[in-house]
């Protein structure tokens, strides 16, 4: 029996991107109030720790009720209010954390609700990957049957954030990234419709396995029967099925993976470009160079060069 252990895609993806959940402070209100928070750059999540508020998305007409205990990412590139009311006249977020307020702040007498957030940070060479795959806004309700995991987390976190504990900074990051995936994992089992790609592959049934071959093999001459026989479909039924899920043929995934993977390598590390080209399963570095440049638009050696 073979010891070689398969890839994990949703893993995989996550350390290809680097994606690095921050938590950046948070802030406890009181009264009538409302904070503007300008156009995300990256993809921030949010903690309803106490109470109850509202958010209100630029561009959506009807605001969303946010209860105690409830998680939510804002993938959108759009401004959003964070309120007490909808109709209450929103401060700028850059005038409430401010100077000794940069991380957390007091609005009123504090005791309506609170709040803690941060953002995610993604490697700019691969960050599309995971921005086109999501919806502008992921809402988890504290009450949903998949939130247990995501209480005990944000509990952890609201603990380790207001402690003066030896490695407080480590803790909270690590809690953070844990949310962050499992809140991947609460969309993927919600039920919501998800677009064509990656992430709906991966909560499919038939095409998780066939991913988690193509990553833990990425270097391998795949063939389509092999892949089919994975999900247990006729070669040309998954053929198919596989496009109508990802969006693309199942080699082009392949390629585009193997790309990806490569991108990552060029920027953060100095394998030379013909050990890259055999590890990613190419038999020449010409060969390799060719179909990286006609996937990136540019030479491998390029594309190192511009970082």
Known sequence: MSSKIEGDPLSD???LLGAQPVVAGGFSAGGLWAIRFPQPKKIKFFALVKGNCWLCIDGQKEPVA???????????????????????????????????????????????????G??????????????????????IRADCEQASVLRWLLARLVSEFASDLPGRGLAA????????VEMLRVHLGTGTEIPSGWLRAIGDRRLAPVLRLMHG??????RLDELAAASAMSRTAFCVYFRTVVGMAPLTWLTQWR???????????????????????????SAFSSAFKRVSGMSPSEYRRAG
């Open 118 to 139: 941060g953002h995610v940070r993604l490697a700019p060479s691969n960050d599309a990957l995971l921005t086109d795959v999501l919806p502008p806004l992921i809402h």
């Open 217 to 222: 093999d990425p270097g391998r001459a795949w």
């Open 66 to 116: 946010v209860g105690e205990g409830d998680v939510f990412l804002l993938t959108g590139e759009k401004s959003f209010v964070l309120a007490s009311a909808p109709d209450v006249e929103p401060v700028d977020a850059a005038t409430v954390f401010s100077g000794e307020a940069s991380r957390s702040a007091t609005i009123g007498d504090g005791s309506g609700c609170t709040q803690i």
């Open 259 to 285: 790309m990806r993977m490569a991108r990552q390598t060029l920027v953060d590390e100095k394998t030379p470009i013909a050990v890259l080209a055999a590890k990613l399963g190419y038999a020449s570095e």
């Open 13 to 15: 993806i996550l350390r």
């Open 173 to 180: 990051t690590y809690l953070a990234q844990l949310m962050f």
